[in-house]
């Protein structure tokens, strides 16, 4: 990889809250069901780019080691 990928995690969690319908039986059910799914989405790209810093300076990842990456990136977890 030639060049480090770097996500905004604000605008990231901004744009997984608006692209998904969350449902719940009272207003504040879907508020907390919202936070949860910003705090979730900035958490795990927070996570990716921490990936991606290492991997971008790691000389394996950077001689197109491409299935490592996807493997690393699919670990990735929350909790």
Do not use: C
Not at 34 to 46: D, N, P
Not at 55 to 61: M, P
């Amino acid at each position: 990889m030639e060049q480090k990928l770097v996500l905004d995690p604000q605008k990231f969690a901004q744009i997984v809250v608006q692209s998904q319908p969350v449902s719940g039986s009272s207003e504040e059910e879907i508020v907390k069901n919202k936070l949860k799914l910003y705090l979730t989405a900035y958490v795990i790209v927070e996570k990716f780019n921490k990936l991606e810093n290492r991997a971008f300076y790691n000389s394996e990842v950077k001689k197109h080691n491409v299935p490592k990456l996807f493997k690393n990136i699919r670990d990735i977890s929350v909790y």
